[in-house]
T-cell receptor, first 111, second 112 residues
Framework: TQLLEQSPQFLSIQEGENLTVYCNSS?????LQWYRQEPGEGPVLLVT?????EVKKLKRLTFQFGDARKDSSLHITAAQPGDTGLYLC???????????FGAGTTVTVRA | DAGITQSPRHKVTETGTPVTLRCHQTENHRYMYWYRQDPGHGLRLIHYSYGVKDTDKGEVSDGYSVSRSKTEDFLLTLESATSSQTSVYFC???????????FGSGTRLTVV
């Protein structure tokens, strides 16, 4: 099992502020995904990054895959209350279809 | 976007009783996965299947068994439920547009 560590564990910010969530590992991944989960529901896939150094943007969300394919970050610009949720990163090994998940970052955006 | 459904959504059971959770998909995927989610641990893989009657263990498989008699259904059984198996259980299949998973809505299981 490849360990993914997310930081911070909890994040509470005011509407309009920016935030960054980190996902780090000592293992190399073929791809890394980010999910958002709301209470009582399953995680929903936001994005997949597959190339070292890759940057993807999804409206106000920016995702980056580290050059060494061991880490990733999620940056939210001008956060809104609708961004509130549990953010999970997950990585896939090169020879495996199974995903390993981080423990998650709980983000709360106050209006 | 249904395509994967879990039942039941909630269940309370007594220690020592058997429990079966069901995952049903309409996407005809070979792969199906069972995870459990606990605070501070994220999602941990219990068992997965790569075809009818083809299954394998994940990292937390002790106390669980699975069966896949047809493509669309993947059953998770707790042979004799324990309090440590109180958790939220998620089923997943590969996402259609991207590398990653589509998850069901989960089953909240409480063992008393």
């Amino acid at each position: 099992t490849q360990l993914l560590e997310q930081s911070p564990q909890f994040l509470s910010i005011q509407e309009g502020e920016n935030l960054t969530v980190y996902c780090n590992s000592s293992s190399v991944f073929s791809s890394l995904q980010w999910y958002r989960q709301e209470p009582g529901e399953g995680p929903v896939l936001l994005v997949t990054v597959v190339t070292g150094g890759e940057v993807k943007k999804l409206k106000r969300l920016t995702f980056q895959f580290g050059d060494a394919r061991k880490d990733s970050s999620l940056h939210i610009t001008a956060a809104q209350p609708g961004d509130t949720g549990l953010y999970l990163c997950a990585g896939a090994a090169f020879d495996d279809y199974k995903l390993s998940f981080g423990a998650g970052t709980t983000v709360t955006v106050r209006a | 976007d249904a395509g994967i459904t879990q039942s039941p959504r909630h269940k309370v059971t007594e220690t020592g009783t058997p429990v079966t959770l069901r995952c049903h998909q309409t996407e005809n995927h070979r792969y199906m996965y069972w995870y459990r989610q606990d605070p501070g641990h994220g999602l941990r893989l219990i068992h997965y299947s790569y075809g009818v009657k083809d299954t394998d263990k994940g990292e937390v498989s002790d106390g669980y068994s699975v069966s896949r008699s047809k493509t669309e259904d993947f059953l998770l059984t707790l042979e004799s439920a324990t309090s440590s198996q109180t958790s939220v259980y998620f089923c997943a299949i590969p996402a259609p547009e991207d590398i990653g998973y589509t998850f069901g809505s989960g089953t909240r299981l409480t063992v008393v």
